[in-house]
């Protein structure tokens, strides 16, 4: 027994020594397990417009209790449930008073908009999503108020205003006509012949604010130590880029210090930032905050599906999560397919079914934190202006109870537009593929919190990786093309021992002489345990 104790205490020191030079030298970052807070944030997250979800009061507008009422739609809290879509995490668009319908001009960062309801309504919401063990990221634009906050009117009135600071003014050395990021006019006369100009980076209606008054930093740390208070288990940090447009180091230091604070409030609290750039751009913000959204591998995904081919989507995700784990071991990527600003993944991929059920088998295979755009899982269209992209989501064929009325949807419209209802009835269904493969990833560990590595098939058509975990490893295989191909996988390789997940029949996979031969119909996917 004794030799036994020895052998054990003399194992756990040199595990010891393995992790500290593991995390000392970058080594083997992406091999360590995340610790208990990043743990708790892992999971399939949703991203939801309020207005375009579910009508609780009948005025056409989407509201809080809407998402309440649909709740069980997205995860019931019940594990094994075969109806829920099964997601961890609902991310909700701006719900703070603002004159716009996208609500990313906040008038009030203490309250809701009205049209969608009242602060106790929140409450509630963050309450029954909880129950189902549910988190409930709240969308916030910091970057910049509407011009008609009370803050900023004041600043205007008077000169002498506490809230004057809040903003950035011109003076007489700047160069009124300075152009920004895309060609934009910056500064804005506050109204005609005033000379009191202004700086809105995105929008005369939305004046930036001025972090570098520390009474700026103090008040935005309360509105999301307050939001948590309230219910909320994080934050997507809308335009995080550009609270110091083109300086990182600036940003990178307030988004950490708003973390920390945070902290105090919820250890667990999870940060996810739009910082719409190259890996290599977004890597540093990884000091501060658990994620930031995959821009480029959104790309990568919809581009290897549309055409049919490898285009070295492993390799590259590889790549980003490399330089994301030199600076943040614990970081989450934050995989997606499309979201609220670009034309709806359905759009890109031309309607095809096949080719959307195969964006979703590669989104929900990734590592990281996937995300789900609203109606994306029942194959809605979307492009042009903002509002054709987030129109109403479709619970039924035609009208019924709750479908939200606000837009009049030009893409989702007519009675073979698709639909909950309708998917609902079919086992084959986008809904239904969706469904299945998020309930399958949670069952993995491998999947929801392993690393990843490129599985090269000697086949272009066939896009191959593992994930892998200390306890489980997962091969998975998508056959991106429209034709039939039949591979053999060496089992010194991967030695795989049952099929995990499949589109298709398991009479497709043989076995023998140390290989698995495995054909894969058109637009299928196989994961191997």
Same mark, same amino acid.
């Given at each position: 027994?004794?030799?036994?104790?020895?052998?054990?205490?003399?194992?756990?020191?040199?595990?010891?020594?393995?992790? *500290?030079?593991?995390?000392?030298?970058?080594?083997?970052?992406?091999?360590?397990?995340?610790?208990?807070?990043?743990?708790?944030?892992?999971?399939?997250?949703?991203?939801?417009?309020?207005?375009?979800?579910?009508?609780?009061?009948?005025?056409?507008?989407?509201?809080?209790?809407?998402?309440?009422?649909?709740?069980?739609?997205?995860?019931?809290?019940?594990?094994?449930?075969?109806?829920?879509?099964?997601?961890?995490?609902?991310?909700?668009?701006?719900?703070?008073?603002?004159?716009? @319908?996208?609500?990313?001009?906040?008038?009030?960062?203490?309250?809701?908009?009205?049209?969608?309801?009242?602060?106790?309504?929140?409450?509630?919401? /963050?309450?029954?999503?909880?129950?189902?063990?549910?988190?409930?990221?709240?969308?916030?634009?910091?970057? +910049?108020?509407?011009?008609?906050?009370?803050?900023?009117?004041?600043?205007?009135?008077?000169?002498?205003?506490?809230?004057?600071?809040? @903003?950035?003014?011109?003076?007489?050395?700047?160069?009124?006509?300075?152009?920004?990021?895309?060609?934009?006019?910056?500064? +804005?006369?506050?109204?005609?012949?005033?000379?009191?100009?202004?700086?809105?980076?995105?929008?005369?209606?939305?004046?930036?604010?001025? @972090?570098?008054?520390?009474?700026?930093?103090?008040?935005?740390?309360?509105?999301?130590?307050? =939001?948590?208070?309230?219910?909320?288990?994080?934050?997507?940090?809308?335009?995080?880029?550009?609270?110091?447009?083109?300086?990182?180091?600036?940003?990178?230091?307030? =988004?950490?210090?708003?973390?920390?604070?945070?902290?105090?409030?919820?250890?667990?609290?999870?940060?996810?930032?739009?910082? =719409?750039?190259?890996?290599?751009?977004?890597?540093?913000?990884?000091?501060?905050?658990?994620?930031?959204?995959?821009?480029?591998?959104?790309?990568?995904?919809?581009?290897?599906?549309?055409?049919?081919?490898?285009?070295?989507?492993?390799?590259?995700?590889?790549?980003?999560?490399? $330089?994301?784990?030199?600076?943040?071991?614990? /970081?989450?990527?934050?995989?997606?397919?499309?979201?609220?600003?670009?034309?709806?993944?359905?759009?890109?991929?031309?309607?095809?079914?096949?080719?959307?059920?195969?964006?979703?088998?590669?989104?929900?295979?990734?590592?990281?934190?996937?995300?789900?755009?609203?109606?994306?899982?029942?194959?809605?269209?979307?492009?042009?202006?903002?509002?054709?992209?987030?129109?109403?989501?479709?619970?039924?064929?035609?009208?019924?109870?709750?479908?939200?009325?606000?837009?009049?949807?030009?893409?989702?419209?007519?009675?073979?537009?698709?639909?909950?209802?309708?998917?609902?009835?079919?086992?084959?269904?986008?809904?239904?593929?969706?469904?299945?493969?998020?309930?399958?990833?949670?069952?993995?560990?491998?999947?929801?919190?392993?690393?990843?590595?490129?599985? $090269?098939?000697?086949?272009?058509?066939?896009?191959? @990786?593992?994930?892998?975990?200390?306890?489980?490893? *997962?091969?998975?295989?998508?056959?991106?093309?429209?034709?039939?191909?039949?591979?053999?996988?060496?089992?010194?390789?991967?030695?795989?021992?049952?099929?995990?997940?499949?589109?298709?029949?398991?009479?497709?996979?043989?076995?023998?002489?140390?290989?698995?031969?495995?054909?894969?119909?058109?637009?299928?996917?196989?994961?191997?345990?």
């Amino acid at each position: 027994m004794l030799k036994k104790l020895r052998a054990l205490k003399f194992l756990s020191f040199i595990l010891t020594l393995t992790l *500290v030079f593991s995390f000392a030298t970058g080594a083997f970052a992406k091999d360590v397990s995340p610790n208990l807070a990043t743990q708790s944030n892992l999971g399939v997250y949703y991203e939801l417009y309020v207005n375009s979800f579910y009508d609780s009061n009948n005025d056409g507008h989407g509201d809080l209790n809407g998402v309440t009422e649909k709740l069980n739609y997205l995860n019931d809290g019940h594990k094994n449930s075969q109806t829920d879509l099964g997601v961890n995490a609902i991310w909700l668009m701006p719900i703070f008073p603002s004159p716009s @319908y996208h609500k990313y001009d906040t008038t009030d960062y203490y309250n809701v908009d009205p049209q969608y309801g009242t602060l106790q309504d929140f409450r509630n919401l /963050a309450k029954e999503a909880h129950k189902r063990g549910v988190k409930v990221i709240l969308d916030i634009a910091l970057n +910049h108020t509407s011009n008609q906050n009370p803050w900023f009117q004041s600043a205007v009135k008077d000169k002498n205003s506490p809230y004057r600071d809040y @903003y950035i003014w011109a003076n007489q050395n700047t160069d009124l006509n300075e152009k920004g990021p895309w060609g934009q006019q910056l500064w +804005h006369e506050t109204y005609p012949g005033s000379g009191d100009y202004y700086y809105a980076l995105f929008d005369p209606a939305m004046p930036d604010l001025n @972090y570098d008054n520390p009474k700026v930093r103090e008040e935005v740390i309360n509105i999301g130590k307050f =939001w948590l208070k309230q219910g909320a288990d994080g934050f997507r940090l809308d335009a995080a880029m550009h609270i110091y447009t083109g300086d990182t180091d600036k940003n990178v230091a307030w =988004w950490d210090e708003f973390d920390q604070a945070l902290k105090t409030v919820d250890q667990n609290v999870y940060l996810v930032g739009e910082v =719409w750039d190259r890996p290599n751009n977004i890597a540093p913000y990884y000091q501060a905050l658990n994620s930031s959204f995959n821009f480029d591998l959104a790309g990568k995904i919809l581009d290897a599906v549309q055409n049919g081919e490898d285009n070295g989507l492993a390799a590259f995700e590889m790549s980003t999560l490399s $330089q994301y784990q030199s600076v943040n071991p614990d /970081a989450i990527d934050a995989p997606f397919l499309t979201n609220h600003d670009q034309e709806r993944t359905m759009s890109v991929l031309n309607g095809n079914v096949d080719k959307a059920k195969m964006a979703a088998s590669i989104l929900l295979t990734m590592p990281g934190n996937p995300y789900i755009y609203y109606g994306e899982e029942i194959g809605m269209l979307g492009d042009g202006p903002d509002p054709l992209k987030r129109e109403p989501f479709r619970w039924y064929p035609g009208d019924g109870e709750g479908q939200t009325t606000w837009e009049t949807p030009q893409y989702n419209v007519g009675p073979n537009a698709v639909s909950v209802e309708a998917e609902d009835q079919d086992p084959n269904s986008l809904l239904n593929h969706y469904r299945e493969l998020i309930h399958v990833r949670e069952s993995s560990p491998a999947l929801v919190s392993g690393n990843i590595q490129d599985f $090269q098939t000697g086949d272009s058509r066939i896009l191959g @990786y593992t994930r892998n975990d200390q306890k489980d490893s *997962v091969l998975v295989l998508n056959n991106l093309s429209d034709q039939t191909v039949t591979i053999s996988v060496n089992e010194q390789e991967f030695k795989t021992h049952k099929v995990l997940y499949t589109t298709f029949s398991h009479k497709n996979v043989t076995r023998g002489h140390g290989k698995v031969e495995i054909t894969l119909p058109a637009f299928s996917t196989i994961m191997l345990k």
